[in-house]
């Protein structure tokens, strides 16, 4: 999807203009891959617009860079701050936003030490990410999640989606929306950008940690709703088969949000459609998000904005 140009992009303390948010070709980042980044929605409210789980995404980055060694000169609130900042400079929401932290012009090597930290944060227009209004069609894809001994995945690392890349790409070639990763024991992980759920008679199931998987926001949000509404819920690891056999199935992540599976390898998950608790998930995620229902757990962050039409969900 292409990115649509906005006003101005935070950096480092200060707001820019979005064509001086420019980089040198010999920093760290672009031989390395030394960057780590989040992915944040903001929301149309009947009043304003709000950014969903401010606080636990910019916690995630600064754990991503805690994990790598880069320090990043700002806090949790002052990250949030910025965010708040650079959407309201803007004008723009609802809206996607993209925090990136990387290793800068400095020196060249695998060693990232001496290399200046920089901080980046931009918002945009974005619409549905997974293709397919009436569910998407998937596969398993051949290439397997990273070994846990290999790559950190709690890290959101730039680095990591080089494996997600491969993953997408192989899914669409093939005329698939999306692809399933197994982990290296062979078990399920994710999607190349979203995490995974299967429902097998009345029972919510969803891959641990353990088997590779980012630690999603909208994973944990799910969760919580599911055993608000009653759910049980189990993380296990799962079998690939359980996809051909499961009741529903969908994904969920912050460019995904709830996104229900018609098909998996071509074989229908269900009879197709959206099931009863993945429609009752998915109207709990997004009657919250959109300000239908009371944001009971203040996940949403407000910004003063006068809004657009809101993101495709």
Known sequence: MPVQATTNIWHNGNL????????HVMSHVVHYGSSVFEGIRCYKQPSGAGVFRLTEHMQRLVDSAKIYRMPLPYTVDQLSAAVVD?????????????????????????????????????????GKYVPGNDGADVCVSSWSRLA????PSLAK??????NSQLIRMEAEV??????????????LSEG???????????????TPLANSVLSGITRSSVITLAKQLGIEVVEQALPRELLYICDEAFFTGTAAEVTHLRSVDRILVGDGTMGPITSALHEEFFGIVNG?????????TPVNVKVAEPVGA
């Open 192 to 206: 190349s950008g979203e995490n995974l759920f299967l429902v097998r008679n009345g029972v919510l199931y969803t």
């Open 86 to 126: 650079v959407i309201e400079a803007n004008g723009v929401a609802p809206c996607y936003i993209r925090p990136i932290a990387f290793r800068g012009y400095g020196e060249v090597g695998v060693n990232p030490i001496k290399s200046p930290v920089e901080v980046y944060i931009a918002n945009f227009p974005w």
């Open 292 to 300: 239908l229902k009371a944001d009971r757990y203040n996940w949403l």
């Open 174 to 187: 093939n005329g698939y929306s999306e692809g399933i990763a197994l982990d290296v024991n062979g078990y």
């Open 16 to 23: 820019i203009p979005w064509d001086k948010a420019q980089i």
């Open 148 to 151: 846990p001994n290999t790559m």
């Open 157 to 162: 690392a730039g680095a990591n989606y080089m």
